[in-house]
């Protein structure tokens, strides 16, 4: 179980929306192997005014919060920040200067989704890889 939400400039973000969904849901499907109908993506724009971001970064400047289910592998969170780093930039055009990626875990139990806790859902995927 992960969500996902895509924080920007609004100017900047709506007409890239679409793009960068699916580059991020590849990235997501390719590291986390959940399955591709598991895309859970909030875009979140927000006007000049309510956007300050560190100097020497541009109008893209971008964040990404991935809030996941806890226990996938050091090696694994590493994998898909550095997917997401490479492909968004390679495919949107977002310099990796201009992105910032979190990875917020949570375990299970705190979850509810299907009217039951997460720690009570039979995914169909596994969560520790």
């Not at 055009?93 to 910032?100: C, F, K, S, V």
């Amino acid at each position: 179980m992960s969500q996902i939400k895509i924080y920007g400039l609004t100017e900047r973000l709506t007409p890239l929306r679409q793009q960068l969904s699916d580059v991020i849901h590849g990235c997501v499907v390719d590291v986390l192997r959940l399955p591709n109908d598991k895309r859970a993506h909030r875009f979140i724009g927000l006007d000049k005014k309510d956007f300050f971001y560190p100097e020497g970064r541009s109008e893209a400047y971008t964040i990404i919060e991935i809030l996941m289910i806890s226990g996938r592998s050091q090696e694994t969170r590493k994998a898909l920040i550095r997917r997401l780093f490479d492909e968004i930039e390679a495919r949107v055009g977002i310099r990796q200067y201009d992105l910032e990626i979190c990875i917020i875990e949570s375990p299970a139990e705190n979850w509810g989704f299907r009217g039951m806790h997460g720690d009570e859902v039979k995914l169909n995927y596994d969560i520790n890889i």
